[in-house]
């Protein structure tokens, strides 16, 4: 499965971006799909999740409230809107997708076993 992100671009803080992450033509149904970022000199980490059960959501503290990550396009893209971006959100965003992940561990990337090449994000002051 091959997954490719996009949507990333520059942006004033306080603006808004639309990342999307779509897997090579096929379905996302049956599969969880993260959101991770990674900024420049620090670890990549957890951003938001979509279980492959329920559409059910998970988002990490840091985020929460100005992201949403939803299914479209039917099942075949799951998408991250960005609201109210901060410098501090600047980052290469990847989307991954796991099929036996289990809900506990959607945070952890290392569960993940297919993974995009990345986009950049990058928040003005």
């Known amino acids: 499965v091959q997954l490719q992100a996009s949507g990333g671009g520059l942006v004033q803080a306080g603006g808004s971006l639309r990342l999307s992450c779509a897997a090579s033509?096929?379905?996302?149904?049956?599969?969880?799909v993260g959101w991770f970022r990674q900024a420049p000199g620090k670890e990549r980490e957890f951003v938001a999740a979509?279980?492959?059960?329920?559409?059910?959501?998970k988002y990490a503290v840091s985020i929460k409230g100005r992201f949403t990550i939803s299914r479209a396009n039917g099942y075949f893209m799951v998408n991250l809107q960005m609201n109210k971006l901060q410098p501090e959100d600047t980052a290469v965003y990847y989307c991954a997708a796991s099929q036996g992940i289990i809900w506990s561990a959607l945070e952890d990337l290392d569960q993940y076993g297919y993974w995009g090449p990345g986009t950049l994000v990058t928040v003005s002051s």
């Open positions: 033509g096929r379905s996302f149904r049956g599969w969880s």
């Open positions: 979509i279980f492959r059960s329920g559409g059910s959501t």
